[in-house]
């Protein structure tokens, strides 16, 4: 594998959350987001895909300690399940029926639920920025790596 398709696939993933992040807040402030654009399984999202598919390889990096991974991965499940509830409080409603908590009678989103939403990402938001810190100690130390051992992975 080569350093510059390496780097390229990260910056992607990265790009690739910041999106999903930025849809959330979307949805949250009352904008009509399909729901499958915004993946609630770590594993099915653009970034997942790559952290569980790729990105793998560089837990092989002499130069990256097992914690970068293990935090990237914990950052991104806490993302997931804090959308979860999200997800939940818009597009599921058990015992109301469908859409029952997000719309008022005047199809308007209501402020108990806007409020919530907002509440739940404020704590994505902190959780995404801890998550990008951690991509960006690992993209530098691909850049700090030679070009021959990453082409050993």
């Not at 997931?80 to 597009?91: A, C, G, N, R, V």
Request: proline content about 1%; some cysteine.
């Amino acid at each position: 594998m080569e350093k510059d398709i390496i780097l390229r696939q990260l910056r992607s993933a990265k790009a690739a959350h910041i999106s999903w992040v930025q849809k959330a807040k979307l949805l949250i402030e009352g904008i009509d987001i399909d729901k499958s654009s915004i993946p609630i399984n770590s594993t099915e999202c653009r970034f997942g895909e790559w952290f569980y598919g790729d990105a793998q390889k560089l837990n092989g990096l002499r130069n990256n300690s097992l914690d970068c991974m293990e935090n990237i991965e914990n950052y991104h499940g806490q993302l997931h399940d804090i959308y979860l509830q999200i997800f939940k409080l818009y597009y599921l409603v058990e015992d109301k029926g469908f859409f029952a908590n997000l719309f008022s009678s005047n199809n308007r989103i209501s402020a108990e639920v806007t409020e919530k939403g907002r509440e739940y990402f404020i704590a994505l938001e902190k959780v995404s920025k801890e998550l990008l810190s951690e991509i960006s100690r690992l993209e530098r130390r691909v850049i700090a790596i030679s070009n021959e051992e990453i082409a050993e992975l």
